[in-house]
């Protein structure tokens, strides 16, 4: 089979795991338990690494809609053939009876697919093909009594199926007829081989009782600014990439996908970035939701543990896990034949001179929301601000790269906003603050930024100090407040980035990236707002977000020959880029 449009995949998730199924009803990729789990259904990396499919038996006039529904992340699709209609609702269960942020507490691992027949009669083929481990075990499927069971590794599974099912060679098959107003309900539960037993649940009522907890969540949202229901679904999908049990948000649900198709840039992004926290922590604050605010905190804080000399990693596991040591699964061809396919991200033991400004920004964007700061975080927050003194150190930049570091600029940005933060923090950190000495070295910090990170002969600051490189990661300079939007040389960085760097309104990272980077496209807005262009601001986001697929979703970059998606999917930083756009151009002056 040729590779599906990352575009084509529809996000489903109970707060804890996630699917992807297409718009042609395969589910091609479902980590059961946790987001960095290994995979059941894994096609979308190979075509032999496992699927389940629930769709019409082919035919040359068939076309599909889909739709979340009742802002849920319960996914509709109706598939129109030339002998009727019929609609497949798809969605991870939820617990029965959870409501608000219990969703993905206590997930029952189960899958859920309703078939309702529409109009005419439709010709309909089931296809479960399950490859537990990532694709690496092909497992014996036992059909009997409406079930197939199947125990492979360390997990079983039992799907249950309205209609016949022939099982041969790891997969089971069959064709059934849907009439209007006919109804076949599948479920496929899962549960680790050696503990607790399968949880079977009606798939009718639990799919219904899951659009009602989905519901129950978003409501908890109040946004009060500026395309109020865009920004509410955006938020939504955010809650859909965190793993509920800690309060972490993974950058995506998936590993491997590439940013340039064939190519071997390549990564699990199935963990949670203190470098995106600072993004994310402020869509949380925009969209009103103090208990999520505090328990991404509390997870950070557990997660970082004691600090030290050393800096804190750049990111970690949904559970607070620290050694993410990568290695390669040769077996599967990887998305559009892009190898390697990764599993865990060597990033983890890199230096990001940034991250310490991610968390101390948004501890002092969400001060008033933390409550009484326990030591754990008063010790976190302080080490993390002695770490902000040692920014002369070369790192690894925020696109995270992978060699000797550098001089960074927008590291040295964020460790001002770090240790700016920390000074005024001060008085709740405790006996160990020191915000005398922190306003000494950010005042030098300033001070190099604006002298030696401007290039005379480019025109504007740039990526790393001594650089001719335009790098839109320093469109983040005056989110730190290190300076303004309207100072005449971020002013002109602005307008370099607007003019050397973006194509077809999308936003490249550097010169010789290929695609836009679709969070860098909504710093670009902020920076106009902030700048006060307004109108054009407000025209490019407009622009940007009608580019997510039709169920709002963003991958990482867009190509902006084709339009076509690339990278991991959904990305949280997109997501809540959009959201902080979307404020911004409400507030421009908000920090």
Known sequence: MSDVPIADYGLLSDCASAALVDRNGSIDWWCPGRFDAPSVFGRLLDPGAGHWSLRPVAGPDRRTERAYVDGSLVLRTVHHTGGGSVAVTDGLLADPGVRGHDLGQNSPMALARVVEGLTGTV?????YVPRPDLGLIVPYLHCAGGQVRTSAGPLSLTLRSPVPLDC????????????????????????????QPIRHLDAVSALADTVEAWRSVRELHRYDGRYAELVRHHALVVQGLTYRPSGAVVAAVTTS???????TDNYDYRY????DFFHTMRALWVTACPTETGRLFEWAARSAGRTGDEPVPIMYGVAGERNLSEYSLDHLRGYADSRPVRIGNEAWRQRQQDVPGQVLLCAYLVRDRLGE??????????????????WREPDAGMWEERGPGRQHLASKALSWGA????????PILGPRADPERWAAVRDEIQATVLRDGWNERVGAYTGVIGSDQLDAA???????GIVRATDPRMRATIEAIA?????DGLVRRWPDESAGFVACTFWLVECLAMAGEMDRAAALFERTAARANDLGLFAEQIDPRTGAQLGNTPLALSHVALIGAAWRLTKPSFL
Do not use: K, N
Request: charged share 20%; with cysteine; proline share 4%.
């Open 123 to 127: 010709r309909m083929s089931c296809e």
């Open 168 to 195: 041969a060679r790891g997969r089971a098959y069959g064709e059934f007829d849907v009439a209007a107003g006919q109804v076949f309900a599948f479920d496929l539960a899962s549960a680790p081989a050696y503990g």
């Open 257 to 263: 996908l590439p940013e340039r198709l064939g190519g």
């Open 272 to 275: 949670a970035w203190l470098r």
């Open 373 to 390: 700061i326990s030591q754990e975080l008063q010790a976190m927050l302080v080490g993390l601000a002695e770490q902000a003194t040692h």
């Open 419 to 426: 240790l700016d933060s920390a000074v005024r923090l001060a």
């Open 474 to 480: 320093v469109l983040v300079l005056p989110f730190t």
């Open 499 to 503: 003019t050397r760097l973006t194509t």
